[in-house]
Antibody, heavy 115, light 111 residues
Framework: EMQLVDSGGGLVQPGGSLRLSCKAS????????MSWVRQAPGKGLECVAL????????HYADSVRGRFTVSRDNAKNSLYLQMNSLRVEDTAVYYC????????WGQGTLVTVSS | DVVMTQSPLSLSVTLGQPASISCRAS???????????LNWFHQRPGQSPRRLIH???KRDSGVPDRFSGSGSGTDFTLKISRVEAEDVGTYYC????????FGQGTKVDIK
């Protein structure tokens, strides 16, 4: 069974940084595209980053490009999202998901950007 | 980016009655490999979204057969043949053919 466990969220001031982690199990992580999707409080869903299995391709939403960096460690079955220059509008629950079709989701981790 | 437009945005349904949600894409969703990557998700309050349908009409494992997806090109539909209490929540369509984008969501509750 696919399982994704998200962690690393918290309260950070505008302009600050945070690193999210996702631990995967139950599938061949090293061969799978992975993604991060976020959901602002009471709002809809937005895909923010995608990374190919070998990190040779990375794609970002316009809203985070240049500030967020997605990475992975296939030896540890782990996915990461480094978030810099955080803004109030980045406040959201961040979910680790599988591939381009998002067939499995983590439980989410809340990031709150506020002074 | 491809804009996904859902309707209605809210739906109140009697238990045991059918329900239908529409989703329209701002451009075609047929991929270069010939597949159409249109998915449907269900999210209960306080929970992560769960994928119900992928590639327009393929039900995910464990999804009851009262859920069905259809459509082609830019117009797609999710149907629930007989709504049950556990079906409340918000439904999202999403396309994965281009950069992934979601519809606004349709909130379903019981009348």
């Amino acid at each position: 069974e696919m399982q994704l466990v998200d962690s690393g969220g918290g309260l950070v001031q505008p302009g600050g940084s945070l690193r999210l982690s996702c631990k995967a199990s139950g599938f061949t992580f090293s061969r799978t595209w992975m993604s991060w999707v976020r959901q602002a409080p009471g709002k809809g869903l937005e895909c923010v980053a995608l990374v190919r299995s070998d990190e040779a391709e990375k794609h970002y939403a316009d809203s985070v490009r240049g500030r967020f960096t997605v990475s992975r460690d296939n030896a540890k079955n782990s996915l990461y999202l480094q978030m810099n220059s955080l803004r109030v509008e980045d406040t959201a629950v961040y979910y680790c998901t599988v591939g381009w079709s998002l067939d499995s989701w983590g439980q989410g981790t809340l990031v709150t950007v506020s002074s | 980016d491809v804009v996904m437009t859902q309707s209605p945005l809210s739906l109140s349904v009697t238990l045991g009655q059918p329900a239908s949600i529409s989703c329209r894409a701002s451009q075609g969703l047929v991929s270069g490999d010939g597949n159409t990557y249109l998915n449907w998700f269900h999210q209960r309050p306080g929970q992560s979204p769960r994928r119900l349908i992928h590639e327009v009409s393929k039900r995910d494992s464990g999804v009851p057969d009262r859920f069905s997806g259809s459509g082609s090109g830019t117009d797609f539909t999710l149907k629930i043949s007989r709504v049950e209490a556990e079906d409340v929540g918000t439904y999202y369509c999403m396309q994965g053919t281009h950069w992934p984008t979601f519809g606004q969501g349709t909130k379903v509750d019981i009348k």
